[in-house]
């Protein structure tokens, strides 16, 4: 049952080291910082992972929860995020986001896992949350 709105989520960042910090919710704890791009360390997750992350992870649960209610039983979801950081007339910022699903169902629900990706994608929160327009290119097969 999903609880009435406003929901509110709550992060907490502690600078621990010269160029890095813990991220927590909750119990679970994640260690932070720069990308080596920016002279950080490929040791930690960065904000351009977590980002990337953020939208694949989005677009899973929100099609996980429309293959609940409009059964389809996929047995393979896999996303690749890819994510261009450039400069802008604005600053840094990402100039595309490109969601790629491997999507693997039985022959007989192709059409339908179709459909469900695409509106999951439509409805993904993190997605329609960016600036920055997020692509989705999905490959649904049968399995």
Request: one cysteine or more; aromatic letters at 8%.
């Amino acid at each position: 049952m999903i609880a009435p709105f406003p929901h509110q989520y709550k992060t907490q960042l502690e600078w621990t080291s010269d160029r890095s910090g813990t991220i927590t919710a909750g119990p679970r704890t994640i260690v932070g910082g720069p990308p080596p791009d920016f002279d950080g360390s490929d040791e930690w997750w960065n904000p351009e992972q977590l980002l990337l992350a953020s939208a694949s992870l989005c677009l899973m649960t929100t099609f996980m929860a429309m293959t609940s209610k409009y059964p389809l039983k996929p047995r393979a979801f896999i996303c690749r995020a890819e994510g261009t950081l450039d400069k802008t007339p604005l600053g840094l910022a990402f100039t595309s986001i490109i969601l790629r699903v491997e999507l693997r169902v039985a022959v007989n629900e192709i059409e339908r896992a179709d459909r469900l990706i695409e509106n999951a994608k439509k409805y993904c929160i993190i997605s329609n949350s960016l600036k920055t327009p997020v692509t989705l290119e999905a490959t649904v097969v049968a399995d």
